[in-house]
């Protein structure tokens, strides 16, 4: 009973002391580097999955300049720390699956993380069968974009909406932790 009146006032008063860490200024999407770092991604992809875009294979180059970009936003704190993790993964899944493979060596160490990935933004576990046919497919060419084409988009508008609710995080938290301390007492 002791140590469950402690543990609620700990919890309460660390949630309570990073919601101001959350709190950022509102931006219209055309001003938040964010959007524009989703804009420009799938704008690359569709280019390059397009008739005449250039192939998947040309865009690697691309997500290692979104990458530096990324980075560079995120240390002059530009994007969230959340953002850019969540950004940082999607450019990786991305450009996995346009990297060429011919030998087969890079799946066997980022295939669970591409099943478990593509799982967590869809929902549903891919075909192994249809996977491996991707990667095996003439010499292999990574997953390819278009088994990920709806992994990339799902977290591209999981992120999008991320962006528009930064602000409203620390109201939504607080009404969180105010309705679990009302339950708490109540069950005294």
Not at 38 to 51: C, F, G, N, T, Y
Not at 145 to 167: D, F, G, K, P
Not at 177 to 184: D, T, V
């Amino acid at each position: 009973m002791i140590k469950a009146k402690l543990i609620v006032p700990v919890i309460v008063g660390i949630s309570l002391a990073a919601i101001p860490g959350w709190a950022q200024p509102v931006q219209e999407p055309a001003e938040n580097i964010g959007f524009q770092f989703l804009e420009r991604l799938v704008i690359l992809v569709v280019r390059s999955a397009a008739p005449g875009g250039g192939g998947s294979g040309d865009i690697g180059q691309d997500i290692v300049a979104l990458a530096r970009e990324l980075k560079s936003a995120h240390e002059s704190k530009r994007v969230d720390d959340l953002f850019a993790v969540r950004y940082s993964r999607l450019l990786s899944a991305v450009r996995q699956g346009v990297t060429k493979d011919p030998e087969i060596l890079y799946w066997p160490m980022y295939r669970y993380t591409m099943v478990e990935f593509i799982e967590e933004r869809t929902g549903r576990i891919p075909d192994w069968k249809d996977l491996l046919f991707v990667v095996n497919d003439h010499g292999g060419s990574g997953v390819g974009l278009a088994m990920l084409a709806e992994t990339i988009m799902s977290e591209v508008v999981s992120l999008h909406i991320h962006l528009e609710n930064l602000a409203k995080r620390p109201v939504i938290l607080q009404g969180y932790m105010e309705r679990g301390m009302k339950a708490a007492g109540a069950n005294k």
